[in-house]
C-alpha cells in the first residue's frame, strides 16, 4: 500500500482503529479462561512464532546500538502495555479500558517536548490539559460508590499503557526510522518472543488452563486473533505508518479505538452512560487541538 497518498493512510487507520478497538472485547473473553500473565505471554510468543520466517535472515546483522533500542522498544512498546491493559480489564469495562487507551496521541506530545525537543503552541499545550482532564473525570467516575482504596485504581493502568505506547512512538520515529516498518516488527518479537514462550510454558499452567478451562478451545481461539492482529499485524501497520507520516498522526488511530471498543462493550451488555460521553469528547477535543497544531 502506497502510504504517500492521503486516503491510503486514512483507510490504514480505520483498519487499525478496527483491529485495536476489538482488542478489548476480545482480551475480556480471554480473561474467562486465562489469567492477565498468560494471556499477556501468549500474545507475545504467537507474534514471534508468525514473524520469525521474516525477521531471523538479517537478524544477527543488527548493530549493537540498534539491538538496544530495538529490545528497549519491544519492551516499551509491546511487554508492559499489552500487561497492564489486561490486567485492568480484569476490574473494568472494556470500553473505559479503549477510552483511556486514546490519550496515547497527549503523551506523544508530551515525550516529543521533554524528551526530543520537538517545538508546540499554546493550543497543543491546552489540548493536553483538556485530555488529562478527561482521562481523570473518567478515573473517577470508575470508582462508583467504591471507597478510594477500590479497584477503580486499576483505571490507571492503560493510562501509564499508553504512556508506553507514546514513548515507544517516539522511539520509532526518532532512532529507527531507517529501518522497514516489518524487520522493526519482527526484530523486535524476536527478542522477547523466546522468553516469553519459555516462561509461558514451563512457569505458568497455560497448557492445563487450555486443556481443561476452555471449553471447545474458544477463548483460545480469541487470544489468537488478539495476538495475530491485534499484535503482530496491527504492530507492524502502525510501524509503517509512523515512518511514512508522522508519530503525532499515527498515533490519532486512538480517535478510533474507543469508539470501537464502546459499541463492543455496549454489545456485551457494559454500561455507557451521559457522563463517560462528555469526558470522552473532552478526550477528543484535547486530541483535535493536539493535531491541529
Known amino acids: 500500500m502506497d502510504l504517500t497518498k492521503k486516503i491510503n493512510q486514512i483507510i490504514t487507520l480505520i483498519i487499525l482503529g478496527l483491529i485495536w478497538g476489538s482488542s478489548f472485547i476480545l482480551m475480556k473473553k480471554g480473561l474467562n479462561s486465562y489469567p492477565p500473565i498468560e494471556i499477556t505471554l501468549y500474545r507475545i510468543f504467537i507474534v ?148 516469553a514462550g519459555l516462561i509461558l510454558f514451563f512457569y505458568t499452567d497455560f497448557t492445563t488452563h487450555v486443556l481443561t478451562k476452555d471449553e471447545n478451545y474458544i477463548n483460545f481461539l480469541y487470544i489468537n486473533i488478539l495476538g495475530i492482529l491485534g499484535s503482530g499485524f496491527a504492530f507492524w501497520l502502525f510501524n509503517l505508518l509512523i515512518k511514512e507520516t508522522s508519530s503525532v498522526f499515527a498515533s490519532t488511530v486512538t480517535y478510533l479505538i474507543p469508539i470501537i471498543a464502546i459499541f463492543w462493550g455496549v454489545f456485551d451488555g457494559e454500561v455507557f452512560n451521559l457522563f463517560q460521553g462528555v469526558l470522552s469528547l473532552v478526550i477528543f477535543g484535547g486530541i483535535y487541538l493536539i493535531k491541529s497544531k
Open 48 to 195: 514471534f512464532i508468525v514473524f520469525f520466517p521474516l525477521g531471523i535472515r538479517d537478524f544477527f546483522k543488527i548493530q549493537k546500538k540498534t539491538a538496544l533500542i530495538l529490545l528497549l522498544s519491544a519492551v516499551i512498546g509491546s511487554v508492559i502495555p499489552y500487561f497492564l491493559f489486561i490486567k485492568a480489564q480484569t476490574k473494568i469495562d472494556s470500553s473505559l479500558n479503549g477510552i483511556l487507551n486514546s490519550i496515547t496521541p497527549l503523551f506523544t506530545l508530551v515525550f516529543g517536548i521533554l524528551l526530543f525537543k520537538e517545538k508546540t503552541n499554546l493550543k497543543a499545550i491546552i489540548g493536553v490539559i483538556l485530555g488529562l482532564i478527561g482521562a481523570s473525570g473518567l478515573i473517577i467516575l470508575s470508582k462508583g460508590d467504591a471507597p478510594w482504596t477500590g479497584s477503580y485504581l486499576y483505571a490507571i493502568l492503560p493510562v501509564i499503557g499508553s504512556g508506553c505506547y507514546a514513548l515507544n512512538i517516539n522511539l520509532i520515529k526518532n532512532y529507527l526510522k531507517d529501518i522497514p516498518a516489518l524487520k522493526i516488527t519482527s526484530w523486535s518479537f524476536i527478542f522477547i518472543g523466546p522468553i
